[in-house]
Antibody
Framework: QVQLVQSGAEVKKPGASVKVSCKTS????????IFWVRQAPGQGLQWMGW????????DYAQNFQGRVTMTRDTVTRTAYMELRGLTSDDTAVYYC???????????????WGQGSLVTVSS | DIVMTQSPDSLAVTLGERATINCKSS????????????VAWYQQKPGQPPKLLIY???TRDSGVPDRFSGSGSGTDFTLTISSLQPEDVAVYYC?????????FGQGTKVEIK
C-alpha cells in the first residue's frame, strides 16, 4: 500500500535550517509529484510547493522563494524539504503528500505523511 | 493568487441532520480540458493529517461514505454531510488546484449540537 513516512520532530534556533524527509513506498516513486504543505499550531493549511521526482523539477510558493529547497533521492525513494532562515513563524507541522492513483500532478492530496513538527525557539 | 473563502467558520449540527459548508473562489477554477472544477475537500481531525473526501468538486474519493457529497460550479462550491455522525466532528477545508499556487480555505469546524 502507498505509504509516506516522515522524519521526526525537530527543535531549531532562529536563523537555523531544517531538512524534513518523506520516505515513500508502495508505488512507483517517479510517477507522482510530491507536494509539501505546512500547518502552524491551531491554524489552517499553507501550500509550500512540489517536486517532480522523475525530473527533479520544482515549483515553490512565492512566500517561500529563496528559503526553501525541495530535492529527492530516487534510490531511497525519499523526498526532502529544506527550509532556511527559520523564525518563530516557521513553527509548524510540515506534511508531504501525493495525488490519488487517477492523477499524478494535480495537487489533489490523497496520500499524506504523518507530519513532522518543527519548533523554532531560542 | 486564488483566494478560497469558506463559510461559516464553524457550525453545530444535530446528529442525523444535514451539515452544509460553502466555499467561494476569487476566480474561476474550471479546468477546461476536463470541463471540471479543480476543487477538493478535506477532513482533518486533531493530531491527524487531512483526509481527502472530494475532488473535481464532486468526485468522492475511494472509501469515503456516501453521506459526503460535493457540488457547485463557477466560483461557488458546497460540501454536504447528509446525516451527521459523531465521527464527522472535524475541521473541513476546501482547496483549489487550478493554479500553480494551490490554496486552501481557512477551514470550517463542525461540531455536534
Amino acid at each position: 500500500q502507498v505509504q509516506l513516512v516522515q522524519s521526526g520532530a525537530e527543535v531549531k534556533k532562529p536563523g537555523a535550517s531544517v531538512k524534513v524527509s518523506c520516505k515513500t513506498s508502495g508505488y512507483t516513486f517517479s510517477g507522482y509529484y510530491i507536494f509539501w504543505v505546512r500547518q502552524a499550531p491551531g491554524q489552517g493549511l499553507q501550500w509550500m510547493g512540489w517536486i517532480n521526482p522523475n525530473s527533479g523539477d520544482t515549483d515553490y510558493a512565492q512566500n517561500f522563494q529563496g528559503r526553501v529547497t525541495m530535492t529527492r533521492d530516487t534510490v531511497t525513494r525519499t523526498a526532502y524539504m529544506e527550509l532556511r532562515g527559520l523564525t518563530s513563524d516557521d513553527t509548524a507541522v510540515y506534511y508531504c503528500a501525493r495525488d490519488p492513483t487517477v492523477s499524478t500532478s494535480e495537487g489533489i492530496l490523497a496520500y499524506w505523511g504523518q507530519g513532522s513538527l518543527v519548533t523554532v525557539s531560542s | 493568487d486564488i483566494v478560497m473563502t469558506q463559510s461559516p467558520d464553524s457550525l453545530a449540527v444535530t446528529l442525523g441532520e444535514r451539515a452544509t459548508i460553502n466555499c467561494k473562489s476569487s476566480q474561476s477554477v474550471l479546468y477546461g480540458p476536463k470541463n471540471k472544477h479543480s476543487v477538493a475537500w478535506y477532513q482533518q481531525k486533531p493530531g491527524q493529517p487531512p483526509k481527502l473526501l472530494i475532488y473535481w468538486a464532486s468526485t468522492r474519493d475511494s472509501g469515503v461514505p456516501d453521506r459526503f457529497s460535493g457540488s457547485g460550479s463557477g466560483t461557488d462550491f458546497t460540501l454536504t454531510i447528509s446525516s451527521l455522525q459523531p465521527e464527522d466532528v472535524a475541521v473541513y477545508y476546501c482547496q483549489q488546484y487550478q493554479s500553480s499556487l494551490r490554496t486552501f480555505g481557512q477551514g470550517t469546524k463542525v461540531e455536534i449540537k
